[in-house]
């Protein structure tokens, strides 16, 4: 959008904190929404958008469910630039055409914002007091809840709005503030509010003021940054209203600094009761805590102001040679993987920046891990008498009276899976697996592991069938092997990393993940008939309920990243990531994860985004992109967007045409494997060169071919190459002897080029299986495209009283800054005037030239370690263009059409006045009987068949 006088810094972008409605459908919804955060408190969108579109709604969610306008977009402005977020903190996006009525929207896309600055919470210091209009409604929920360092706690009083005000007596210059929301009812959010400051608790000045805003969840942060260089000794939060309810709650309050402060003014009480857990089996037979591997450890947190507690251990009450450290408000530990039949001392401390507190210590001895020769089995309805085939240090097998005793498989097959799966996953505290086979009884089976007090700490593997004696569990394989082996991955999930409980399961049910671990188990035992049978098998199940019937796990999710990316180990890895992000309390999971979280963590363990994938397999919804932007928020794993077809939009050629126009060579980039390219050389010394151009630079991973219907005519021997030019090739892969076996085969080959980026591909095929006559149905390259910087546009110069304001649009998220050059010539002589951070895109030039001179300018961007082309030259030439406004008759056009849209900023971009008006309202306005004087921007819409004007305008007060 254009103004001939002066361009609004944000383009004419309305910002606003009202609700979205609905009307009539009339313009093509926008596509290819994308976001990116540059700084912690902001994100810029760009888009696509409709021809017929006269102006775009960008609207905005921080729950994943509830959608706000937050801005009105001009038509040809297909970006946005959003400054009211908060910092580590998810939101989506979405965009909505407009031309009378409201277009469908686009996809919802996620931005997850930047993490500030480290600072001091002055709200922590113990020279601090908060205070607050309104008491809490009791003494677990006042106001002193919202300082104590814990979300689990809160401020609850009975009003709509309210203040609470922290004074730090000597004073400090807060930059960032934070909320986090009650554990419960969103209605009680605060949703509009002021940050003041005073030196005297009289005189308050204004240093933030939100509104419209909506927390993400329950116990959620939202963290923003202030433009305050004062110092002030109280800081009042003004609640001027919630989120509908009638009574107002936060969990916690807090100001930051770049000052030292004081978190406590004494070292914490020393923990109490400090014992190790002393347990009998349910039926009172054995002891069964301690363990042979393991000594829980409980006591009482006698302080409120510990950060951590330090556990120490001994063999000899004197050297203590091993540490770990606790988080605070935990009052147990669960000492593992300790020596059998060995004697430790343990001793606990509490710890705060002031110092420690006093040792208190308890010992107690492991049992031996000689399995008994006989169990009575003590949980749910089992009742059975198992007595001891076999053991070694890996596993135990026992039998229930009714078993075939000669049966003997089980002692090496499950020894053996029971080792590779401590190979893969690492240890579960009790080395050695349980094995109890029934006849006759409890058909199925079940796990338990060193977690768990009804099965005795022991990892267990429990099964039952229906069958006698002289069927039961004689076959090795199938189901006998298919059910023991689905028991153990519940055994691998359920305690992994030394964590009891299994989060997870609430996404993959009972158990999706068994279908990939039994494949995993198989394959890693050497089991290659059985990991056949049962991949073949998987690939036809659909027999799903999470997250909806009918989805094919194996097939379209998990056997395509366990292939691609890394196998067992990303199987295992995902526990890792998992432990990272889901909380713990006394060494157990304390909430299950959501499907967001799931593919973040699988995401981090492929060291690829998984999004896409999962999209495949699951389809995607709203609340699962906001539960994945939400997951990369609050816990940032590194991985990058997945390598994929980078061919779409190229082009294609051959040196040799193809035989008939229907199979011409551009068949092999339609992602249609029954098509094909099919052409013959004139002697077996020629070579088939097939060259390729992407639109954008290539970092290339790897490619596949895959053969037409016949098997006798594939490539054989061939070369691929990469170029910049298209005239210096590169050979990157070479390939020989190569059987496509069965039709429509694709064979993938990984290829490593560095960080080094190709916009031009040939695949040289030298000779074929068979004869002269080549038949090949796909070839696609494997790569990430490189973020290369685009250019600025539309850059615009005008005229302000205090220098030459410099503007233009960037349609881009790749670019991260700007350079401004200036020079007195139009081609040369170029210097730069100023760098700027990717939100800024304008300048303000307040040292021109006279004004019977002529200055040229030129923006760039930068982006990685590249940079874009320059932008178009703009010079002081242009500033004598006037508006689109020549005659007051035109502002008289207003009362015509009293539905018009009138909207005014000021010089610094903000609106002042957006609204209809009539003619004798407009000359009030420029009179300066508004109130307001001054140079103004204007944008008048009088209807959408009328052309809109624009201009600048002076008013006098």
Partial sequence: ?????????????????????????????????????????SVKLIWTGSEDATEYWVQRSSDGTTFQRVAIVPAGTEFYIDETVSASAPYLYRVVGRKGGISETSDAVGVATLKLPNL???????????TSQYAGLNNNENTSKLIDGSVDTKYLFNKNSGWVKYEFPQGAVV????????????????????????????????????????????????????????????????????????MTQMAEFTLYADCEITRNDAVPATPSNFKFLSEMSSNGEVQIMPSSNQIILTWSDASDNEDYFVIERSTDNATWDWSTTVDRDNTRYRAVCLTPETHYYFRIKAVNDIGSSDWVSTDATTMNNIPAETINEDWDV????????????????????????????????????????????????????????????????????????????????????????NEAWQSYGGNNLDLPVHEIG????????????????????????????????????????????????????NDSSTPAPGIYWFRDFYYPIYSQYGGSKLLADFFVYMKKLIPQKNGDYTRDMNMGEFIH????????????????????????????????????????????????????????????????????????????????????????????????????SGYSLTCGSGTLTPPADWTLSVSEDG????????????????????????????DAAY??????????????????????????????????????????????????????????????????????????????????????????LEEDATRYYRVKALGGEAESEYSDVVSTEILGIDGTVTDDADFRKLDEFPGNRVYIYNINGSVVYSGSMTYAKWLQFIQGESGLSGIYLYQIILNSSQAPMYGKIKTIK
């Avoid at 026992?398 to 005793?405: F, G, P, R, S």
């Avoid at 008939?529 to 690939?539: G, L, N, V």
């Avoid at 850059?795 to 790749?814: P, R």
């Fill in 120 to 130: 001091s919470a002055i709200t922590a210091d113990v020279s601090g007091k908060i």
């Fill in 490 to 541: 519940h055994i691998m999930e359920g305690a992994s990393l030394h964590v009891h409980g299994s989060p997870e399961r609430v996404v993959w049910g009972d158990s999706k993940y068994a279908e990939i671990f039994n494949y995993d188990v198989y394959v890693g035992c050497g089991l290659t008939d059985q990991a056949e049978r049962w991949k073949k098998m998987q690939m036809e199940n």
């Fill in 727 to 754: 005239e210096q090739w590169k050979v990157v892969d070479t390939q020989s002897g190569q059987i496509f076996s069965k039709a429509y085969e694709e064979k993938s080959y990984d290829v490593t080029v560095g």
């Fill in 1 to 41: 959008m254009k103004f001939n006088r002066h361009t609004y810094r944000k383009f004419g972008v309305i910002a606003l904190g009202c609700l979205m409605f609905h009307g009539v459908a009339d313009a093509a919804a926008p596509t290819g929404v994308k976001g990116r955060s540059f700084t912690p408190n």
């Fill in 759 to 848: 916009n031009k591909f040939k695949l040289s095929i030298s000779k074929l299986r068979l004869g002269n006559k080549i038949t090949l149905s796909e070839w696609e390259l494997r790569g990430t495209l490189k973020n290369i910087p685009t250019a600025p546009v539309g850059l615009k110069l005008t005229e302000e009283t205090d220098g030459l304001l410099l503007q233009w649009s960037d349609y881009s998220i790749v670019n991260d800054a700007y350079v401004v050059e200036s020079s007195t010539k139009a081609a040369e002589g170029f210097g730069e005037l100023a760098k700027l951070n990717a939100n800024q895109m304008s300048y303000l030039d307040t040292n021109p």
């Fill in 601 to 700: 963590c699988y995401s981090a363990a492929a060291g690829v985004n998984l999004k896409s994938q999962a999209t495949v397999a699951f389809g995607w919804k709203d609340e699962w992109e906001f539960q994945l932007t939400k997951a990369q928020a609050e816990c940032p794993f590194d991985y990058k967007d997945p390598d994929g077809n980078v061919m779409e939009g190229g082009a294609g050629s051959a040196s040799i045409d193809a035989n008939s126009a229907e199979n011409g060579v551009e068949n092999l980039f339609d992602k249609n494997e029954k098509t094909f390219y099919e052409a013959t050389r004139t002697s077996e010394g020629e070579t088939f060169d097939i060259f390729f151009s992407s639109v954008k630079p290539v970092i290339l």
């Fill in 382 to 469: 089992h009742r059975a008498t198992l007595r001891l085939q076999y053991y070694d240090d890996d596993i135990a097998i026992y039998y229930d009276d009714d078993m075939d005793k000669s049966i003997t498989w089980p002692k090496e097959v499950f020894g053996d899976i029971w080792r590779y799966c401590k190979k893969v996953y690492g240890d579960y505290s009790d080395p050695r697996l349980e094995v109890y086979f029934h006849a006759g009884k409890y058909s199925g089976g079940h796990p338990s592991t060193w977690s768990r007090a009804d099965h005795h700490y022991k990892n267990i593997l429990d099964l039952g069938t229906g069958a006698g004696t």
């Fill in 175 to 246: 930059t960032q503030y934070s909320i986090v929301s009650g554990n419960d009812a969103s209605e009680r959010d605060p949703k509009n509010w002021v940050l003041e400051g005073s030196n005297d608790n009289s005189t308050w000045s204004e240093l933030d003021s939100r509104n419209y805003i909506a927390f993400p969840g329950r116990k959620a942060k939202l963290h923003y940054a202030i433009s305050n260089t004062k110092s002030y000794k109280y800081y009042r939060l003004n609640i001027k209203s919630n989120n509908g309810g009638s």
